[in-house]
């Protein structure tokens, strides 16, 4: 089965990575966002990323680089929803809130093609709370997409129980029209990847805010003992320390264990708009970023 039309849903930093990695392999795209300004600013920042992650993982026949504007060209914006009538597939990934997902699926069901799937692109909401408000729970299923999306080579594909081996075999075979591998679990908040991480992200603040290691070694010791490319506290600055907050929140209620609860340090964090690289700002200082941020606000380029 070829999945020629693509449709995002939300152009934000996982959004404009999907875009950028299914336009790469030749998919039209449908990038759909709310704010016109989001989606300017996804063509800014997925030109500005084609030539960095091509300089990290060159593709096969492409020995001149990717040209940015052909990929640009695979990527049709809009703020008009109606446009994913079109999709023969789609990615959703809004604001990590289940009353906001749960009333874009009720209009998407509307829009798009009986035999289409919805692939829901989630941090810990289990996937059978957005495919209870569509007609077709059997066609949707959870595609766990990880930042920057264009260089993670797996992603975590989520069976909820409605979900059908049809849809399943559907979503295989767009991650392989993508470069990609996949690994196939089962529905449950924060399915495998996150389940796990956010617990060591939080474990890894509450060890800050004891003051029983600096934030540095923390990272450190991770990153030369476990051979993670990482630590825990420069992944949660990748993440988003507000995206982290709210994971965190949905595994304690979800899974009924307080052991999910967010650290003080993490929330005082968020209060106060530290919320990583994308402010320029978190555990680690991101000057870099929070300049390409402000350049993107402004329209320029850097």
Not at 211 to 222: C, H, M, N, P, T
């Amino acid at each position: 089965m070829a999945i020629k039309i693509v449709g995002v849903v939300g152009a934000g930093t996982i959004g404009r990575g999907v875009a950028q990695a299914l336009a790469e392999t030749g998919h039209r795209v449908l990038l759909v966002d709310v704010a016109q300004s989001q989606l300017q600013g996804a063509v800014r920042s997925i030109a500005r990323s084609v030539h960095v992650f091509h300089a990290l993982r060159p593709r096969s026949g492409e020995p001149g680089g990717v040209a940015a504007a052909d990929i640009i060209d695979r990527i049709e914006c809009s703020t008009d929803i109606a446009l994913l009538g079109r999709a023969d597939f789609v990615v959703e990934n809004v604001t990590e809130n289940r009353a906001v997902k749960q009333q874009l699926y009720r209009r998407l069901d509307e829009i798009c093609r009986p035999e289409v799937v919805f692939a829901v692109n989630t941090s810990a909401i289990p996937i059978a709370h957005n495919a209870s408000v569509t007609r077709r729970a059997e066609r949707v299923v959870g595609m766990h997409f990880m930042n920057p999306v264009p260089l993670m080579p797996v992603v975590e594909v989520v069976r909820s129980a409605a979900t059908a081996a049809e849809t399943i075999a559907a979503a295989r075979t767009l991650v392989s029209q993508m470069g990609k591998d996949c690994v196939v679990v089962a529905d449950s908040a924060g399915f495998v990847t996150n389940r796990v991480m956010m617990l060591t992200v939080n474990e890894a603040i509450e060890l800050v805010q004891e003051g029983v290691a600096s934030i540095e070694d923390v990272d450190r010791l991770f990153r030369t003992c476990f051979g993670h490319k990482m630590g825990p506290l420069e992944t949660a600055d990748l993440i988003g320390l507000d995206t982290v907050l709210f994971s965190l929140e949905v595994l304690r209620d979800e899974l009924g264990n307080a052991k999910f609860e967010p650290c003080r340090l993490l929330r005082w964090m968020v209060d106060n708009g530290q919320l990583g690289r994308k402010t320029g700002s978190g555990f680690h200082h991101y000057q870099q970023a929070a300049r390409a941020q402000a350049g993107a606000a402004s329209g320029r380029i850097e």
